[in-house]
């Protein structure tokens, strides 16, 4: 069996198919219609993103209810509950749907050809309902929205309150890292233990910049804590970087990686193809008189 060098991309096979399937059409809105198995895998895809969604945002906003006003020690341990969920949701639910949780992260991999327009859709939608299922759920059982619920605000560094256009640019540049650490670690194959991966840098985010943000890249994150619980105020800072993010910055440079990596795939092609080239030209190429014997020997008369 043919195995692939670590700079060929090997798109593995997943539930919809391999990416050459993927290009068969050109169609962006239902590129899998024409499988027979797409609407019961569709279905089970939104049910996996909508549990995942919902543990995600739950624990999530819980920890972050715990937190606030309260002493910042406990952000160790708000960022590990981060990590440990992520860690379970990913790993539970990545056979099924791909594990996305975050909109952004969905609308990605539609730029790249790697889900259809009918996908994006509903797993949206499965986002959506995940996130205001657990924040209803976190609502009722602390008796109201008075703690916040987990809803992000503006934080402090070095007691000063961050502006809002510095956060801005830090959700974005956290939703472009965020992607490219899913793409390749999970979707590339590139390392045994993805959902290990993706889990410990959505804790180290949540350790480095909790003080500060709060959540991480997630609109799913913002969206449900945000409306029960009436917290609007910076709205934007949560709903656009992320996409800002994975669009103008993750998609380009995974593209560009790609087309040095195919450009180098090319180049080492051929060279294969010169080099067996070469060695049929000297076989076939044979010499019409054999050489001399070195040192030449002569016989004096």
Wanted: no cysteine; net charge positive; hydrophobic share 50%.
């Amino acid at each position: 069996m043919a195995t692939n060098r670590p700079w060929e991309y090997p798109f593995a096979p997943n539930v919809l198919g391999t990416r050459d399937q993927l290009r068969r059409k050109h169609n962006l809105i239902s590129d899998y219609s024409w499988r027979a198995d797409y609407v019961p895998w569709l279905v089970r895809a939104a049910l996996a993103e909508f549990l995942g969604t919902t543990l995600i945002v739950f624990f999530g906003a819980a920890a972050v209810a715990s937190i606030q006003g309260k002493s910042e020690g406990l952000t160790t341990g708000a960022a590990l509950a981060g990590l440990f969920i992520d860690f379970v949701a990913v790993s539970t639910f990545s056979p099924i749907s791909g594990a996305y949780f975050n909109p952004a992260v969905v609308l990605g991999y539609w730029f790249l050809r790697m889900n259809d327009g009918v996908t994006v859709i509903v797993l949206w939608i499965a986002q959506t309902l995940g996130s205001f299922a657990a924040a209803g759920l976190l609502a009722l059982l602390l008796g109201g929205t008075g703690t916040g619920i987990g809803a992000p605000v503006l934080g402090t560094i070095f007691g000063k309150q961050v502006t809002w256009w510095s956060v801005f640019i830090l959700e974005t540049l956290l939703g472009a890292a965020s992607f490219i650490v899913i793409l390749y670690n999970y979707n590339l194959n590139f390392s045994p233990y993805p959902a290990l991966v993706i889990g410990s840098f959505s804790g180290a985010i949540e350790l480095a910049v909790r003080t500060a943000i709060s959540i991480g890249p997630n609109v799913a994150r913002w969206l449900g804590p945000a409306v029960i619980s009436g917290t609007y105020k910076n709205w934007y800072v949560w709903v656009f970087p992320p996409f800002i993010g994975v669009v103008l910055l993750a998609v380009p440079v995974f593209l560009f990686d790609l087309w040095l990596r195919r450009e180098q795939r090319t180049a080492l092609r051929q060279r294969e193809q010169q080099e067996r080239r070469t060695k049929k030209y000297k076989k076939q190429v044979a010499p019409t008189h054999p050489p001399p014997p070195y040192p030449l020997e002569y016989k004096w008369s």
